[in-house]
């Protein structure tokens, strides 16, 4: 099974800041990563998928990148509403994992 | 607007069994897979099962394979999940997932979740 880790598992930062959140797989996804954002009492939501289409509806803060084990979401203006847990996921292999998410806490 | 309503969920002893629910509207419903995803509160989300938008081909994680059968009444937009002997760590909130277009495998829609409690 493939393997997902995320970094950092939790971060704090202000209105307005640069955030970068990883994912690492275990082995190559080609183009086959996404991001949710889920928020408290909420389904996960699709902000990204194939690494870097931006679903319909996310705003343009929100970018993705990266290439075989290493990603990267950026948030390039960081806003109240942006306090969520993000996942990434992997949809290469027939199990779907997610990473185990990371917190972002808007001071 | 896509929107997906689940249901079924509820406390159900050990070894018991359990069928799930999920009512889809506003797309084209026989056009695309359908999955079940669970997740412990304060955990990842986990991905449990998958049906085709015919109902021919189905997937299920290791964890719930022989237990669980997902289908499909594609005259009824919906989607179920039939759980049997199930276990304590079964215990979660269930999404049914609407799967993306194209050959990413996303998941771009949600339903609001149904929780299962397992517990004598």
């Known amino acids: 099974d493939i393997q997902m880790a995320q970094s950092p598992s939790s971060l704090s930062a202000s209105v307005g800041d640069r955030v970068t959140i990883t994912c690492r797989a275990s082995q190559s996804l080609t183009i086959y990563l996404n991001w949710y954002q889920q928020k408290p009492g909420r389904p996960p939501k699709l902000l990204i998928y194939g690494i870097s289409t931006l679903q319909s509806g996310t705003p343009s803060r929100f970018s993705g990148s990266g290439s075989g084990t290493d990603f990267t979401l950026t948030i390039s203006s960081l806003q109240p509403e942006d306090s969520a847990t993000y996942y990434c996921?992997?949809?290469?292999?027939?199990?779907?994992?997610f990473g185990p998410g990371t917190k972002v806490d808007v001071k | 607007e896509v929107q997906l309503f689940d249901s079924g969920g509820g406390l159900v002893q050990p070894g018991g069994s359990l069928r799930l629910s999920c009512v889809a509207s506003?797309?084209?419903?026989?056009?695309?897979?359908m999955s079940w995803v669970r997740q412990v509160p304060g955990e990842r989300p986990e991905w449990v099962s998958t049906?085709?938008?015919?109902?021919?081909?189905?997937d299920y994680a290791d964890s719930v394979k022989g237990r669980f059968t997902i289908s499909r009444d594609n005259s009824k937009n919906t989607v179920f999940l039939q759980m049997s002997s199930l276990r304590a760590e079964d215990t979660a909130l269930y999404y049914c997932?609407?799967?993306?277009?194209?050959?990413?495998?996303?998941?771009?829609?949600w339903g609001q979740g149904t929780p299962v409690t397992v517990s004598s």
């Open positions: 049906i085709s938008g015919s109902g021919t081909s189905t």
């Open positions: 996921q992997e949809t290469y292999s027939t199990t779907f994992t």
């Open positions: 997932a609407k799967r993306g277009s194209g050959s990413h495998r996303h998941f771009d829609s």
């Open positions: 506003g797309f084209t419903f026989t056009s695309y897979a």
